[in-house]
């Protein structure tokens, strides 16, 4: 089966912050039900949200099943597993995910600049995100 290619996932088609569909990848520091409430408070449709949550379910994701994807139109990561399958030669999922093909990726990071899933780096994301969309759309 072919995917076609687009430098952007479907950037082109998001009308507004309701219509865009993510993913969430990382084990969270936060509750699920507060993620929730989160991505809410930011005016996103959370049935547009998939998550990948479980540290030994992201082991087995195959990464490669987001490139040329027309899924998502954007990943958030946080902490995950140092190999994750698929990412081939790649030091880390970040890398994988910024090269060609891949939804715009944004890394949920801690103060200390690592991954890591809190309020406020989720927080921070889902404006980037908006922010992103505002120059998309």
Request: a positive charge; charged letters at 25%.
């Amino acid at each position: 089966l072919l995917k076609s290619k687009q430098t952007m996932q479907n950037t082109e088609h998001i009308l507004s912050v309701e219509d865009v569909r993510f993913l969430i990848i990382g084990a969270p520091q936060v509750k699920l039900k507060d993620i929730k409430g989160i991505i809410k408070s930011h005016g996103f449709n959370i049935d547009n949200v998939d998550f990948l949550l479980d540290y030994d379910k992201m082991k087995h994701f195959d990464v490669r099943e987001l490139q040329y994807s027309s899924k998502y139109h954007a990943i958030l990561i946080g902490e995950i597993p140092h190999s994750i399958k698929g990412m081939g030669g790649a030091s880390s999922l970040v890398q994988t995910l910024s090269q060609e093909g891949y939804p715009k990726t944004f890394a949920l990071r801690g103060k200390n600049g690592n991954l890591r899933m809190t309020k406020t780096s989720l927080k921070e994301s889902l404006n980037n995100l908006k922010d992103y969309i505002s120059l998309h759309a």
